[in-house]
Every structure is written in structure tokens, then in C-alpha cells.
């Protein structure tokens, strides 16, 4: 999602800065046993921060726009998003007008909430509604679908009776496209103001 709304921007003639954000020890995916996805489910929930490596220089500077990107994990902000915050959010994003970027199965608001407090807490100076996408399937097959890919027990068969309920984890093509638009009006908004 963030790449096609990454080439939305860019097909506006907008130049992305983009930084990865690499923990020093991510979790393993997927999870080796419901024991384990409990434990960091509840990790998360407390939200425990996942190391990340340091940023490059680059990140520094003036920006027209800082779009802080992540998944939901257990209703708040993953744990390499939080340590970022902790640890570079002031340099990065203070001052700045920063829009947050979200993936969520479907309970994002909380996780935008306390995104917001920190941002602000690190100075900047606006924070954006959020771009949101969260996955397009029904209840129940997309938690059950969540849980089984987290598990790497995903029902490989296409025609199997799982997966017409549930044609595929996580986001689909349409909404790659609704990214890309996002992305391209953004850049004009930007291309309007400069
Ligand atoms: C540890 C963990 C906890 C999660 N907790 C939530 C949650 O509380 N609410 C939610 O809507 N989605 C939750 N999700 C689902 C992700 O937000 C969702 O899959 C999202 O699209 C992230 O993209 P990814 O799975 O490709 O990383 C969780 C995922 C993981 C791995």
C-alpha cells in the first residue's frame, strides 16, 4: 500500500525520501507456536518497543510532509514504529507535518490516537488525518484468516471452501489502486502549494 501511494506522489513529480525502519531482532513470521502469538500479542498489547537499527542522516531535515508508516499490532502502533518515536521522533518529526500511514486488519483508531499524542509529544507541528487501509474481508474469516497466517497455516488450495470465503490475506488489488490515487492527490496538493 505505501509503495503504490509512494507512486502516486512520485508520478506527481513529488521526490520521496524513504528510510526503512529494521529491527535489531524481529519477530519471527509466522509464529512458531499459539503459545508464542499469545505472548507477543500481549507484548505488543503492553506496547514492548522492537529495537530498531539507527536511521541514516538523511532523514533529517525539512520536509513539506513526514508520513510515518506502520502496522496495527494489538490495537497500538508495532513496536519498531514506537522505538522510532522514542528514540528519533523529535529529530525527525519535529516541527513537521506529519501524515500517519496505516495497515490494520481492522481496529486502527486507538493505534491512530496514541500515534497522534506521541507525535505531538515529539513536536510536530500538524498531524494529518490518517491514510488508512485495513482488509477488505467479512468477520470472522478475517480474524480466523489473520490467526492462520500468523501461523503460516494458510489454506493453500484456491478452490477450497476456506478460500472462497477468504480469497487472500491482507489487502487486495483495488485498494493498491485507491493508494495510488491517494498518493497522486497528495502530490497535487503539493504541487498546488509550493
Ligand atoms: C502481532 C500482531 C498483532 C496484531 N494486532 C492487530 C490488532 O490489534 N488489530 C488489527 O486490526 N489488526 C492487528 N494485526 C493485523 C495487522 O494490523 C494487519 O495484518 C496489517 O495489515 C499489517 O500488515 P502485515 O500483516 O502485512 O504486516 C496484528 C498483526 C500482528 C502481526
Redesign the pocket.
Known amino acids: 500500500m505505501l509503495n503504490k501511494f509512494v507512486e502516486g506522489l512520485e508520478s506527481e513529480g513529488v521526490v520521496v525520501i524513504s528510510q526503512c525502519l529494521v529491527p535489531v531482532s524481529p519477530y519471527e513470521f509466522p509464529f512458531r507456536s499459539y503459545g508464542r502469538l499469545i505472548k ?2 500481549l507484548e ?1 498489547f503492553f506496547l514492548l518497543r522492537s529495537r530498531i537499527e539507527v536511521i541514516d542522516k538523511k532523514c533529517y531535515g525539512d520536509w513539506d510532509r513526514v508520513i510515518i508508516a506502520g ?5 497500538h502502533a508495532s513496536g519498531p514504529v514506537l522505538d522510532f518515536l522514542d528514540r528519533f521522533g523529535k529529530n525527525v518529526c519535529g516541527g513537521q507535518h506529519v501524515i500517519p500511514f496505516i ?6 483508531r486507538l493505534h491512530y490516537l496514541g500515534l497522534k499524542w506521541r507525535l505531538k509529544r515529539c513536536g510536530a507541528s500538524v498531524v494529518e488525518k490518517p491514510v488508512v487501509f ?2 477488505p474481508t467479512r468477520e470472522p474469516w478475517r480474524t480466523i484468516g ?1 490467526i492462520m497466517q ?1 501461523r503460516g497455516k494458510m489454506v493453500r488450495k484456491e478452490n477450497s471452501w476456506f478460500r472462497k470465503k477468504y480469497p487472500g490475506f ?2 487486495n488489488r483495488e485498494q493498491g489502486n485507491v493508494a495510488l490515487e491517494k498518493g497522486r492527490e497528495l502530490g497535487r496538493t503539493l504541487n498546488e502549494s509550493a
Open positions: 507477543v500479542t505488543t502496522p496495527t499490532w494489538s490495537y495497515s490494520s486488519r481492522a481496529y486502527w485495513t482488509h489473520l500468523m491482507g489487502h
